[in-house]
């Protein structure tokens, strides 16, 4: 009976700790204010971290990303608008990591120069898929495709379509896809897209 009261006692204590507030917590209404406020300045401040620290990653993963491609053989101009062709690009980009072949250019960029891509404007590089060789040569279609994937080791994707009647069938289906591409996407057509570009080049220019 002496335990049982003794367990009791202890039970009651232990129930009395949980619900009661420790006691350096123990402050007046007017002091507690201020440790709320630390508490939220404590929680911007994380969330300004996480934010710098998302920039902060983004900028190496684009300096590694530069670096790793010094020694580039070709150029690929994609169009980072198009969300089927991202999924490609996403793909040999990460397959770049092991090669450094390719140097990815972004045709929907801002800072995209067609002086840097042998004359290549925005509306010319948006019509279909173009490869720009280290020498300078130009390739386009399916060509350009084939010669991406040899570069980091997938040539065997496109090998096929070096002979014909292949050749000729792949580029003409290629044809269709870059034809339809935008309406197939949900986007604009091509007019509409170029004159959201003009119109966003003058504002940037007279801005």
Known sequence: MAALKGAISVGRRANTCLFSI????????????????????????????????????QKKKENEESSSSENWKVKMLYDGDCPLCMREVDMLRKRNKSYGTIKFVDISS?????????????????????????????????EAFRRFYEVVGLGWVYAITKYEPIASIADAVYGVWAKYRLQVTGRPPLEEVLEARRKKVFLCCTG
């Not at 891509?117 to 590089?125: F, H, I, M, V």
């Open 22 to 57: 420790p006691s350096h917590l123990r402050t007046t209404h007017n002091l507690n204010r201020p440790n709320q406020f630390l508490q939220y300045q404590k929680g911007v401040g994380y969330s300004i971290r996480a934010i710098n620290g998302s920039a902060v990653a």
């Open 110 to 142: 801002e800072d995209y120069s067609p002086e840097d891509n042998q004359g290549l404007d925005y509306e010319t590089a948006m019509g279909r898929i173009h490869a720009i060789e280290s020498d300078g040569r130009v390739l386009t279609n399916v």
